[in-house]
């Protein structure tokens, strides 16, 4: 018998062994196809895959096939394709030069397969297959119809991604040449004009499709571009007073919302000795203002009452001046404490108008207000006065050039509040040289047609705003990010087709991601993206019995329509946990019973109040707390 079971448990695990060094099946179909984008000559591989690869190696010989020469890996990453084909453009390549390529599979393990076919391309003077096709036509500017000269004009494959690229002559004439195949035509001047697919589309999935059989010329196919013109200018005025109507010098800064809601900062304005303020923008976009008093009795916000940036109302300027957009700032508890630093480039460089948000974690004392926002100036600097008492984490989202990060001490680049250093601010605690070293963001081929939007919400489907949204490739690296606006909502542009993993991330959630995300050239990829409340979701006691009674800062706050709201007894207990209004009048009882000793998290829903200030209080048989919490729909 105990052989028997010798013998079996050596079957197993002989087995077991055999599996996890097992090769993954090698790649098959391997084709090598010579591109041109934007006049500059690209291979594209394409294979078919193997289902139990976890990623591909690409390998290339500087040789044709028969040649000597070694193989050299150029690529290893996770590429994926619409259907069952993966896809990979080397764009290292020289004119007049012979390339063999391979590539191989690799599964979760580590373990690689054998190579593929080998497959051998040259690359010529000129991508254009002389057995191709031409199509041909005619620029112009679309407002006199005069000719447009150097105008690119990119014949781009519906199929694998490839195009052929010609310009416009003196007389804004074209002709490019394609290998047989289905294609959408590409008009992009250097500048001074809109870009376009033909027939007057924007996006790569509306332009017409052109069927181009070997031998055909093709003509008439002309686009005329809109030109670049200025926007009109038009104000944006209103007044900033205090909760008594008396005047407050203050500093209004305008942002512009971008495409992909990110903080692009425009223009600032004084108020003047009456209060008033009036600043000029650009016509034809949405705007956010943000009211920093230069007195620090008063607390900075944003129009209409508003925390943050991400729940801003939006002003939108069409046409004509938008007036009537006043503050009425709030005073607070004079500390003499504060935070200060510099927004820098990786090379040192200030970055000016960046935002700088420093996120309470634990407050000493309740107070209306879970974060400061401010910008940085000029050089680069900003500064946080009269902070409430407490933990804070500090984030920096400098604009459209450079990436996001929080702080950390060793300048390092973090895009998770929880990898944060937390900075512990008392009533006399000044903490200055606490910089951020920004990187820039990732420059985005200008040929990239993809979309990819969505939206971010909670588990009860509300709208998670001010999540920064990040695209990554397969290597984690960063490649473009969005933040979501007041609806949850993001979108990024401009993207090459391809493989990526979306991540987003916000103060007080838990972080979220898809992976595998395909985007290509034929629609927008919507995502849609679920945090988790950063807040004990389960009852009891996980860390052992707690010490004391406590009731926690309500997350998130200010909340729209639900937060969690969590508290620990030292024993068991009669306990009661009542929300109220400012008026005193009971709104809702969420708890009322025995509880055992223990860590306890309460979902509260507020769908049925009106915004404005709440209180919540826990009471026990030896022990009462209440706790304020904002509720802005």
């Keep these: 018998m105990k052989l028997k079971q010798l013998l079996l448990i050596f079957t197993v695990a002989f087995f077991a062994v055999q599996s996890l060094f097992a090769q993954p099946s090698a790649p098959t179909e391997?084709?090598?196809?010579?591109?041109?984008?934007?006049?500059?000559?690209?291979?594209?591989?394409?294979?078919?895959?193997?289902?139990?690869?976890?990623?591909?190696?690409?390998?290339r010989k500087d040789a044709a096939l028969a040649d000597p020469g070694d193989f050299v890996m150029i690529h290893s990453g996770r590429l994926g394709s619409p259907n069952e084909y993966h896809r990979y453009v080397d764009g290292m390549v020289e004119q007049n030069h012979t390339y063999s390529y391979y590539v191989t599979a690799?599964?979760?393990?580590?373990?690689?397969?054998?190579?593929?076919?080998?497959v051998e391309v040259t690359v010529g003077d000129v991508p254009n297959p002389e057995n191709g096709g031409k199509i041909s036509g005619t620029v112009t500017d679309e407002s006199t119809g005069d000719p447009l000269e150097?105008?690119?004009?990119?014949?781009?494959?519906?199929?694998?991604?490839?195009?052929?690229?010609?310009?416009?002559?003196?007389?804004?004439?074209?002709?490019?040449?394609?290998a047989p195949g289905e294609y959408k035509l590409y008009f992009r001047a250097v500048q001074d004009y809109w870009p376009e697919f033909y027939d007057n589309a924007r996006h790569f999935w509306d332009g017409?499709?052109?069927?181009?059989?070997?031998?055909?010329?093709?003509?008439?196919?002309?686009?005329?571009?809109?030109?670049?013109?200025?926007?009109?200018?038009?104000?944006?005025?209103?007044?900033?007073t205090d909760e008594n109507g008396n005047p407050v010098e203050a500093e209004v800064h305008v942002f512009k919302v971008a495409p992909n809601f990110h903080y692009i900062h425009q223009l600032k304005g004084m108020t003047d000795a009456d209060g008033n303020y009036s600043i000029n923008v650009r016509d034809g976009g949405e705007y956010v203002l943000l009211c920093v008093p230069v007195s620090d009795q008063y607390l900075p916000e944003y129009y209409n009452d508003k925390q943050s940036f991400s729940e801003a109302d939006r002003i939108?300027?069409?046409?004509?001046?938008?007036?009537?957009?006043?503050?009425?700032?709030?005073?607070?508890?004079?500390?003499?404490?504060?935070?200060?630093?510099?927004?820098?480039?990786?090379?040192?460089?200030?970055?000016?108008?960046?935002?700088?948000?420093?996120?309470?974690?634990?407050?000493?004392?309740?107070?209306?207000?879970?974060?400061?926002e401010t910008v940085t100036d000029e050089n680069g600097n900003y500064s946080f006065?009269?902070?409430?008492?407490?933990?804070?984490?500090?984030?920096?989202v400098p604009g459209d050039l450079y990436l996001p990060t929080f702080y950390k001490s060793d300048g390092s680049q973090t895009m998770f509040w929880k990898d944060a250093d937390v900075l512990d601010?008392?009533?006399?605690?000044?903490?200055?040289?606490?910089?951020?070293?920004?990187?820039?963001?990732?420059?985005?081929?200008?040929?990239?047609?993809a979309v990819i939007n969505g939206f971010v919400n909670d588990p009860q489907n509300n709208p998670v705003p001010g999540a920064n949204v990040?695209?990554?490739?397969?290597?984690?690296?960063?490649?473009?990010?969005?933040?979501?606006?007041?609806?949850g909502k993001f979108e990024i542009e401009n993207l090459p087709a391809g493989q990526y993993k979306i991540v987003s991330d916000n103060f007080g959630y838990r972080s979220a991601e898809q992976d595998n995300v395909t985007a290509d050239y034929n629609s927008a990829q919507q995502v849609n993206l679920t945090m988790q409340p950063d807040a004990p979701t389960s009852v009891g006691d996980e860390n052992g019995i707690p010490k004391e009674f406590s009731l926690k800062q309500n997350y998130p706050n200010p909340f729209n329509p639900t937060t969690v709201i969590s508290y620990t007894l030292a024993k068991p207990t009669d306990v009661t946990l009542k929300v109220y209004n400012v008026l005193g009048k009971e709104v809702a009882t969420l708890v009322n019973g025995k509880q055992n000793a223990g860590r306890y998290s309460v979902n509260f829903n507020a769908s049925n109040l009106t915004s404005g200030i709440y209180f919540y209080e826990l009471k026990t048989n030896e022990f009462t707390q209440t706790r304020k919490m904002i509720l802005m729909k």
């Design 470 to 487: 990040y695209v990554m490739d397969q290597n984690n690296n960063v490649l473009a990010y969005s933040v979501t606006g007041p609806q």
């Design 316 to 372: 939108e300027v069409n046409g004509a001046d938008v007036t009537g957009i006043d503050f009425m700032l709030q005073q607070v508890p004079v500390y003499e404490n504060g935070i200060s630093g510099t927004v820098m480039s990786s090379g040192n460089e200030p970055i000016e108008g960046a935002m700088v948000v420093a996120f309470i974690l634990h407050p000493d004392v309740l107070f209306p207000v879970d974060r400061y």
């Design 150 to 178: 150097g105008v690119y004009v990119s014949l781009i494959s519906v199929t694998d991604f490839v195009a052929y690229v010609s310009q416009t002559d003196a007389n804004g004439n074209y002709t490019v040449v394609g």
């Design 208 to 240: 017409t499709n052109i069927l181009l059989n070997e031998g055909d010329e093709l003509t008439g196919f002309d686009a005329a571009l809109t030109p670049m013109s200025l926007p009109d200018i038009y104000s944006i005025s209103g007044k900033v």
């Design 106 to 118: 690799e599964d979760f393990n580590g373990n690689e397969s054998g190579p593929s076919n080998m």
């Design 425 to 449: 601010v008392g009533e006399t605690t000044v903490l200055s040289g606490i910089n951020f070293y920004c990187e820039p963001m990732p420059e985005l081929p200008a040929d990239g047609f």
């Design 30 to 59: 391997l084709t090598a196809t010579v591109g041109q984008i934007d006049m500059y000559p690209g291979v594209t591989l394409q294979w078919k895959g193997s289902d139990d690869a976890f990623k591909y190696n690409i390998y």
């Design 385 to 396: 006065e009269s902070m409430l008492p407490g933990q804070y984490v500090l984030l920096t």
